[in-house]
């Protein structure tokens, strides 16, 4: 595992903004009256679900591959995906020239796997968890020499996905708490030490799955741990960290506050109503952050300000119909 002094710094981060500028968009911070009344305090909105090809992901991805060598490039992009990173590699290797291959497993939803092919990215189903694609990509890379462009545990990664926070206190410095979901930790480690190394006391909250947290369940062990991955609504966020992970669990054990774990059941309803209330369609894994701002454990902390990580939109519409037409019955 990376050491203290290896983690992303401040600057890597605002060098990190300069680089990417060009291919990301500037997404809004905007005040949520309808959540500032229910949780509160105020609720401002990260709006990570107008980034260009639906997510926060392009950050992240943007800063690895635009810092690859032409002999990296030239032998092709491979990437192992639950949907969002696997399309912004593509939407990215599209722009740039790059031939990639994305490997995803059966859970991957319908439309993301249609959105990847449209950029014109190999998509390869291998498998029914990410794990089995994970073992299929690196036999790939042995086998072929492709360059891997991994979804979170690589510190260009987590420097790219720092600059959400870096934009976010730019506009509102005095955010005591920024809340955002956690999965594989890319986004969780790059949001904390961007925010603490601006403004040392915000509260850093991430908001995971109550059923088999991947980065959750290895923080209670002390170590990285295998867990079983579930068909989920928020299926951008389910799964395990890697047995070898080398960045993201040091970086969110030393600078996460809390993790909030959400139910399944709450996702639907707070998907149709965060539709209804803000006029937005996001995908599960982003109303997570939402209700862990409406949880218990956060309103006993106390924010004043906090800064909402709306991840992604990418939910397919069928999906979507459902979660509007009954909610109480999708899982
Ligand atoms: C990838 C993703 C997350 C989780 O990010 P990690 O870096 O894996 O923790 C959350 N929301 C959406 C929409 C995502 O695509």
């Given at each position: 595992m990376i050491e203290t002094s290896e983690y992303p710094s401040l600057r890597d981060i605002m060098i990190a903004r300069q680089r990417i500028e060009p291919v990301i968009r500037r997404t809004p911070l905007v005040f949520s009256e309808h959540l500032s009344d229910r949780a509160g305090f105020e609720v401002w909105l990260k709006l990570e679900n107008l980034q260009i090809a639906g997510s926060f992901k392009i950050r992240g991805a943007s800063n690895r591959i635009l810092q690859m060598t032409d002999d990296e490039r030239a032998r092709g992009i491979i990437a192992v995906s639950s949907g969002n990173h696997g399309r912004a590699v593509a939407y990215l290797a599209r722009r740039l020239g790059i031939t990639a291959k994305i490997v995803v497993c059966d859970l991957c939803p319908e439309n993301k796997r249609v959105a990847m092919r449209s950029y014109g990215a190999e998509v390869i189903v291998h498998g029914d968890t990410q794990d089995d694609a994970q073992t299929h990509a690196e036999d790939l890379i042995a086998q072929e020499g492709y360059t891997w462009a991994d979804p979170y545990d690589d510190l260009h990664v987590i420097a790219g996905q720092g600059t959400i926070a870096l934009e976010a206190f730019t506009d509102?410095?005095?955010?005591d708490m920024i809340i955002a979901p956690l999965s594989g930790g890319g986004l969780l480690s790059g949001v904390a030490l961007a925010s603490k190394a601006v403004s040392p006391n915000v509260s850093v909250i991430g908001s995971s799955m109550e059923i088999e947290p991947g980065m959750v369940r290895s923080l209670q062990a002390g170590k990285p741990v295998h867990v079983e991955e579930h068909p989920s609504l928020a299926s951008s966020i389910?799964?395990?960290?890697?047995?070898?992970?080398?960045?993201?669990f040091p970086i969110v054990r030393d600078l996460m506050d809390h993790a909030v774990l959400i139910s399944e059941d709450s996702l639907a309803p707070e998907m149709r109503r965060f539709a209804d209330n803000e006029g937005m369609i996001v995908e599960g894994g982003s109303v997570t952050s939402v209700l862990a701002a409406l949880s218990p454990e956060v309103k006993e902390r106390q924010p004043k300000r906090a800064i909402v990580v709306i991840s992604g939109r990418n939910i397919d519409l069928a999906t979507f119909h459902q979660v509007t037409q009954n909610p109480e019955m999708i899982s």
């Open positions: 509102l410095p005095d955010a389910t799964g395990a960290i890697g047995l070898r992970n080398r960045c993201t």
